[in-house]
């Protein structure tokens, strides 16, 4: 038995996790920062930075007592290193080095997206090789995942994520922040034909997204009409939703015919979008590909992700130096 600590501070969310040989989830403390960002309609760095050094301490010993774990338990603690707001992963990365050293635990750093990859394995047995679809905020990656966790991008956003042009659309529809969670029940509320909007992306060779011209064609949508009434707003979340969510399903089930998996997985915030989940589900059986997408809690950003695949590669010999510093931007490891 192996006990992994995991920490992530990479944007507004202070998260820490105690997970058991990978997969048991022992603890997984997030405290969320959405109300303080809220008023300003998206996350404001240094508040972020500020809210992350108030909590860190606090939010590691509710993981470690809600695991019922002391420090000299631990095997070892995983930490998100990159990518992210630079100021908030800074924070993680120093309480994670002053543990390591107090306590002489390995330090293994670890790329978010690697955490988001790995989150659906912690509730499903996957055949490998198999394709991961991430959607946040911040990131949308499609990746194929060989059996030794080595991750190969396929394809990425070439401008914005897809998290980030539901929160925008939110915004034009006067729905607040965050925006993924009001256009999905905003959508389910429409009785109205949904606006049809372009799906972006969908005829171009290659399995990049792009979401700057499906916010743009909303933008244009509504100033043509003088803003969106309560009537006709709901068909415009929807319309937009149906846009963005086919967008990411088709490159992503096209990418399975043409690779050959068996498995597709699709996680991050954006996965929480019950529009997303029944079309992947629906894809996926029409091809005869098993599909699979984490509990809303592992799809968010969360420190039981991050122990998790450092236990992984903990296991593999990764090792940090006490050196480790934080990077905003950083390509995908294959290892």
Known sequence: MALVLGIDTSCDDTSAAVVEDGRNILSNV????TSTHAQFGG?????ASRKHAENITRVIDAALKTAGAELNDLDAVAVTNRPGLIGALLVGVEAAKALALACSLPLIDI???????????MTADLPFPHLCL???GGHTLLALVEADWTMTELGSTLDDAAGEAFDKAAKMLGLGFPGGPAIDRLAQENLETPVPFPVPMRN???YDFSYSGLKTAVRYYLEKRGGADSASASAVAAGFQEAAVEALIHKTFRAAKETGVQAATVTGGVACNSLLRRRAAERGKEL???????PPALCVDNGAM?????YVRWKQGRKASLNLSAAPNGE????
């Open 332 to 335: 995908l490891p294959n290892r």
């Open 30 to 33: 997030v405290s969320s920062q």
């Open 111 to 121: 790329h978010h997206i690697e955490g988001h990859i790995y989150a659906p394995s």
């Open 43 to 47: 996350v404001v760095p240094e508040l």
């Open 288 to 294: 005869g590909i098993l599909t699979a997408y984490p």
């Open 306 to 310: 991050i122990a998790g695949v450092g």
């Open 134 to 136: 991430t959607v946040s």
């Open 204 to 206: 171009k060779p290659g």
